[in-house]
């Protein structure tokens, strides 16, 4: 990039069920992204991160509708899609055209209304992203490729489903600290493992993985200010750097990769955002990882470079992944209990990492954090974004 | 006037009691399941009425309903009504409740969970069928569902079959019926708990308590009713 590029402003909406409809969510988080950063009339450009409202809501050209709602017209905008990291590639393209100099301020707000049909429609329409001939066809769902992938990665490393039930634990807990959260509701190993309740409590899904291994199903927008350092400065808050972005795909359907459980696309894009940012994953202080289901924050967590592979869900057992440990992952709660609204997920990572570096996370606030990271998680790996944000002054 | 009461009175079947077991929830929380007593009619009929004003996934019709069939009950308008409760220190946090058709077949009323996320409906429901078949012993029970959470719950996670030629006593819909054989088939899967309660769990749960109205909303509903 050209230029530095801040996050002067960040906002969101309550993830869960929303009242209102897909415009009401991409209004509410715009809103407050811009009233958090004090800049609206500046916004030169608007990016709208959303994944199925043409399937779930029928809706199409939510750029111009975005602008409309705001009176923020003639202000550029768009829609971008990229499957679950819609939100990610917004980001990634406001950044860029705020860093090209291009433009000074962009708006980037995701959002997604899913719960506006079904359970079965929701993850139907999840399963779209899939291989149509490869995969789809033949039923293939997000929760059986991860079901699958789940299945070789733990006999390869040795993780048992009390680890994966750690995540969900930890995630769980955090999500108690953030009212932003959808499931607010800490949850205990007995209770979803150990004792013969858990049968009920936590039935399978696809196997290995139990309801408690999966996110739910979300409502949610998330915003974003992005801006020049000029700009950023003038806000008086904190200033929050994007230091570095990578991006990368991988094949579209799982089988052709070498090995499926290599999650090239991660790897690739975590050490394209490290090396433009300078630093290397063991000097992250927290981080915010797509755990759409609870191995996937596993696998992340070493493939993006924080542990050595085989050892993150040692890692997570000692607890240094806990809120107060050595690197906590998904402060938030993640998409396990602070939810995932496809489109805006990639969002929300961000505005939890820049709160968490601004010192404005509350009771779930990661002491003396300055380097954050997210990876969104596009697809099964096929497209991945992953970002540093610094925390300068 | 006692005489017309008398006429009014349906018979009553004295049916067996549904002993209370104990249900370790996601949570961790414990949360106990016992027959409710007629006394305790009023103290749910509150928690009921609360739940009359939230309109999401069809908590209004499902309360309005259980509240007119326990005032039934308790008012002896209904003929060999029961209900259980699920408690979680005392507290209320999910109710169901049936009634014998004959002492061959049971009809499933209502089941309200008041606390969502934690499976206590689908808890509540089991130890429902479990009375029906297990402990009256009853060959069939009649079921219908007023949202689509129901209809998941039962009919395609108990493999229900269609009841064609009968009209559920809830608005004349088709029922559908949980033979023992599904009963059995589901239970390993879908019916839980401990018996017997520890005498301290039974001492918490001696006294049935509920959340003030608003809470109780804001608990089921969040911030949409």
């Given at each position: 990039m050209l230029r530095d590029v801040y996050i002067a402003g960040c906002g969101m909406t309550g993830f869960g069920?929303?009242?209102?409809?897909l415009l009401d969510i991409l209004e509410e988080a715009a809103l407050a992204a811009t009233e958090d950063a004090g800049?609206?009339?500046?916004?030169?450009s608007v990016f709208v991160a959303n994944m199925g409202a043409g399937i779930?809501?029928?809706?199409?050209g939510l750029g111009s509708a975005l602008v409309d709602r705001l009176c923020l017209y003639p202000t550029p905008a768009e829609l971008v899609e990229n499957g679950p990291a819609s939100g990610g590639s917004a980001a990634k393209i406001g950044a860029y055209a705020v860093g090209s100099g291009a433009v000074d301020v962009a708006l980037v707000v995701g959002g997604e209304k899913?719960?506006?049909?079904?359970g079965w429609e929701a993850t139907d329409f999840v399963a779209t992203?899939?291989?149509?001939?490869?995969?789809y066809i033949y039923g293939v769902t997000l929760p059986a490729l991860a079901g699958m992938f789940a299945r070789l990665y733990m006999e390869k490393y040795g993780i048992t489903p009390e680890h994966l039930a750690r995540v969900a634990l930890k995630n769980h807990e955090n999500g108690t600290k953030n009212?932003?959260?959808h499931i607010q509701q800490a949850v205990s190993l007995d209770g979803i493992l150990?004792?013969?309740?858990a049968v009920v409590n936590n039935p399978w899904v696809a196997e290995p993985l139990r309801m408690f291994d999966c996110c739910p199903v979300s409502d949610g927008g998330a915003g974003l200010v992005l801006c020049s350092k000029e700009m950023a400065e003038k806000t008086g808050k904190p200033l929050v750097k994007i230091s570095g972005i990578g991006q990368a795909t991988d094949t579209?359907?799982?089988?052709?990769?070498?090995?499926?459980?290599?999650?090239k696309a991660v790897q690739l894009a975590a050490k394209k955002a490290f090396e433009e940012a300078g630093i290397?994953?063991?000097?992250?202080d927290v981080a915010e990882l797509h755990?759409?289901?609870?191995i996937l924050e596993i696998a992340e967590s070493e493939q993006v470079g924080?542990?050595?592979?085989?050892t993150g869900h040692i890692a997570l057992e000692k607890g240094?992944?806990?809120?107060?440990?050595k690197l906590p992952i998904?402060?938030?709660?993640?998409?396990?209990?602070?939810?995932?609204?496809v489109g805006a997920t990639g969002v929300a990572q961000l505005v939890e990492i820049a709160w968490q570096l601004r010192g404005?996370?509350?009771?779930r606030q990661v002491k003396n954090a300055r380097t954050g990271f997210t990876c969104n998680f596009g697809g099964f790996g096929n497209n991945v974004l992953c970002f540093v944000l610094e925390r300068e002054n | 006037m006692a005489q017309l009461e008398e006429v009014l009175r349906p018979q009553v079947w004295e049916f067996p009691p549904y002993p209370a077991k104990s249900i370790m929830l996601a949570s961790g929380e414990t949360m106990v399941v016992r027959q409710a007593k007629r006394e305790e009619v009023p103290v749910m009929l509150k928690a009921a009425a609360a739940l009359t004003h939230v309109e999401r996934d069809f908590y209004d019709i499902v309360a309005a309903r259980a509240y007119a069939e326990l005032l039934g009950w308790l008012r002896y308008r209904v003929r060999d009504e029961y209900c259980l409760v699920g408690l979680i220190d005392g507290l209320l946090v999910g109710l169901v409740n049936g009634r014998s058709l004959s002492k061959k077949v049971g009809v499933s009323y209502h089941t309200i969970a008041m606390?969502?996320?934690?499976r206590i409906g689908a808890h509540l429901f089991a130890s429902k069928m479990e009375y029906h078949?297990?402990?009256?012993?009853?060959q069939e029970v009649y079921i219908v569902a007023e949202s689509p959470i129901g209809f998941r719950r039962w009919m395609i996670e108990y493999g229900l079959e269609k009841r064609p030629q009968v009209h559920h006593e809830l608005g004349g819909v088709m029922s559908w019926s949980l033979t023992r054989d599904l009963y059995f088939a589901a239970k390993d899967r879908l019916v839980v708990g401990e018996r017997p309660v520890s005498d301290e769990l039974l001492e918490k749960s001696a006294t049935i308590t509920v959340l003030e109205e608003d809470a109780l909303i804001q608990q089921v509903a969040g911030k949409l009713k």
């Open positions: 069920r929303a009242a209102g409809d800049i609206f009339s500046e916004i030169e779930l809501n029928h809706m199409s899913m719960r506006a049909v079904t992203l899939s291989h149509p001939q490869a995969e009212p932003y959260a150990n004792r013969p309740e579209h359907a799982v089988h052709e990769r070498e090995d499926p459980i290599e999650l290397k994953p063991s000097d992250v755990d759409a289901f609870t924080f542990f050595e592979r085989g240094e992944t806990s809120l107060g440990g998904n402060p938030s709660g993640g998409l396990k209990a602070r939810g995932h609204p404005d996370a509350g009771e | 606390r969502r996320g934690l078949v297990e402990y009256l012993g009853q």
